[in-house]
């Protein structure tokens, strides 16, 4: 195991948090330069709440009645934008958390082709699409054990941008792949549904059944909390779901068998923390933006009070551990939610909490949720309603449920309109973030997101480009450049290699794979690479180490 991470650097935290209105004042991008507790490796524990505005972690502190544990380690604010656009998409935004590089729209782990955003420095058009390490990546080169963990598809742009490489987020076949042969040793979400060939909408079209390639590689395959729990193997993929994971005020009487996500994240930990070189883990709440595109103010509590239970699961192991970094952030805005509507224009300073939170604390259900118990015929309405918390109907309104082509959102309207709560849009916001960070070398202060991977190489010991250069090799120039003639074979166009031939040598590199076939005197033997191989569509890209293979 490579040991250069292990840093011998003191523990000084920062207890208080930074006020929401010191982030106006201009804070600087600094960093505690703190010593480690003790002579132990580091780790890191990266959590990201998708879709979060300021104003869902206000009503749920609100609707909780009590302080956040994310409260506590408030240092700061983040940028969020990409490198087109102020309101970003998660794919980029995934990437700038990840790599430290700014992307565009829809893209995953791969430079961007377009850079108009002012500030941003433009890229070579030789190098769009061109794959660039993440800190996961980062973290495997130098002995760590790694995880992902998401309450979506684990194939979800967000989890993707920290574990794969693609030029769009749709691409789950890409995704999938790369992230099954990453070697990661704890992957824990949903998303089963495109490991395999079969009829679902995202199952494998290219013929390999990925289950058994985690089978052959040893993990412990579990597909329910007590699984989960029960599990002793230090490496462990957890698919509990075909798509993605329950929300968490549904989870009980939908899908019991599910594990939370902060029953997720102490697993993951647990596990991770075992290994003598140190871990990084990534943590997703995903859902807290699909509630925010829906304008589901029930759905956004659930899973910002679900997330914000993961996160005290990280800061309790870090500090108690000393040598962790725990960053909480969102991606980005969502919905522009305001507790405070067209209801409340002339009358908002008379307005007590209750009148926001009382509505809200009848519903038991998100909209989702609850529309899983209706009848196909809407005879139960009225029933389905009260669980989302409408009770009162009055006759019209229930009519105007039934009736409704629009049923989901007419019941998320109805509610928040009951508790004041305002919406701007169904879709992405632009403002920054809050940044939430705890122990040695936290990041604080008013932050680009393109800071938060390189504040995380920097404290793991390790240099993002240097670990791109080292994986990301452009394969045709680099092996004409040694001699040899190539070619792309798409014989197969689900799955293309890359082949590289010199005298009797033929190395073929597959695609999204860490395996190269090599051929030599008639001889075929097989050899596993560092990282992945890469295809943008038009280069393929490989690490390093497949240059020497003829060797």
Same mark, same amino acid.
């Given at each position: ?17 930074? *006020? ?5 004042? @201009? ?7 703190? &010593? ?5 490796? %580091? ?45 970003? /998409?998660?794919?980029?935004?995934? %990437? ?29 058009? *030789? ?16 002995? !760590? ?15 993707? $941008?920290?574990?794969?490489? *693609? ?19 704890? +992957?824990?979400?949903? $998303? ?5 060939? @079969? ?12 289950? /058994? ?12 909390? /007590? ?38 994240? &102490? ?26 595109? $829906? ?7 659930? /899973? ?15 500090? *108690? ?14 919905? @522009? ?28 259900? %998100? ?62 916001? @632009? ?13 604080? $202060? ?11 190489? !920097? ?31 798409? %014989? ?39 990282? +992945? ?10 690490? !390093? ?7």
């Amino acid at each position: 195991m490579n040991q250069n991470m292990k840093k011998k650097t003191a523990g000084i935290t920062i207890a208080a948090a930074v *006020a929401f209105s010191s982030l106006s004042l @201009g804070l600087h991008n600094t960093s505690t330069e703190a &010593k480690n507790k003790k002579d132990e490796p %580091t780790n890191v524990i990266m959590m990201v709440m998708d879709g979060t505005s300021a104003g869902a972690t206000t009503l749920a502190r609100w609707y909780k009645g009590n302080d956040l544990a994310m409260d506590e380690i408030l240092v700061g604010g983040m940028k969020t934008h990409s490198a087109e656009s102020a309101i970003t /998409d998660s794919a980029p935004a995934a %990437t700038a958390l990840a790599t430290g590089n700014k992307s565009n729209d829809k893209v995953i782990g791969l430079l961007p082709e377009l850079v108009n955003t002012p500030g941003e420095d433009p890229v070579d058009p *030789a190098d769009a699409y061109k794959p660039v390490a993440n800190v996961l990546e980062g973290a495997q080169m130098l002995g !760590k054990a790694t995880g992902i963990i998401s309450t979506s598809e684990i194939q979800h742009a967000t989890p993707a $941008g920290f574990s794969a490489h *693609a030029t769009h987020r749709s691409n789950y076949q890409d995704i999938a792949e790369q992230q099954v042969y990453q070697g990661i040793d704890v +992957v824990l979400g949903g $998303g089963k549904q495109s490991l395999a060939p @079969g009829t679902a909408k995202n199952a494998r079209v290219d013929g390999e059944n990925l289950l /058994d390639v985690i089978d052959e590689n040893g993990y412990d395959f579990v597909e329910s909390k /007590d699984e989960l729990v029960n599990s002793t193997s230090d490496k462990l993929w957890g698919a509990f779901a075909p798509s993605a994971l329950a929300y968490d005020f549904d989870r009980e009487t939908t899908n019991p068998e599910q594990p939370s996500l902060a029953d997720m994240t &102490k697993k993951g930990i647990d596990t991770l923390s075992k290994d003598e070189d140190g871990f990084f883990l990534f943590v997703e709440g995903s859902k807290v933006d699909w509630a925010a595109h $829906g304008n589901d103010t029930i759905g956004i509590i659930s /899973d910002v009070l679900a997330f914000d239970a993961a996160v005290k699961e990280a800061i309790d192991f870090a500090k *108690a551990d000393g040598n962790t970094m725990v960053i909480a952030v969102s991606d980005h805005g969502n919905s @522009g939610i305001t507790m405070g509507n067209e209801n409340t224009n002339s009358n908002y300073p008379e307005i007590p909490v209750s009148t926001y939170i009382d509505p809200l604390k009848k519903a038991t259900m %998100t909209v989702e949720g609850a529309l899983k118990s209706l009848k196909p015929d809407r005879s139960n309405m009225k029933k389905a309603a009260e669980l989302y918390g409408l009770d009162d109907l009055t006759d019209q309104e229930l009519d105007q449920l039934k009736q409704s082509k629009s049923l989901q959102a007419d019941m998320a309207h109805m509610l928040a309109q009951r508790a004041n709560i305002g919406y701007s849009t169904s879709g992405h916001t @632009g403002e920054d973030v809050f940044l939430y960070a705890y122990g040695p070398s936290k990041p604080s $202060g008013l932050v680009d997101n393109t800071d938060i991977a390189k504040t995380m190489a !920097k404290f793991m010991d390790f240099d993002l480009k240097k670990t791109s250069d080292e994986l990301f090799v452009n394969a045709k120039q680099a092996f004409e450049q040694k001699g040899y003639s190539t070619r792309i074979d798409v %014989t197969d166009a689900n799955n293309p290699v890359f082949i590289a031939e010199k005298n009797k040598i033929s190395i073929e590199l597959p695609i999204n794979k860490n395996i190269a076939h090599i051929t030599k005197n008639n001889k075929i033997s097989e050899k596993t690479l560092k990282g +992945v191989t890469v295809y943008n569509g038009k280069d393929f890209y490989v690490s !390093k180490e497949a240059l020497n293979l003829s060797k």
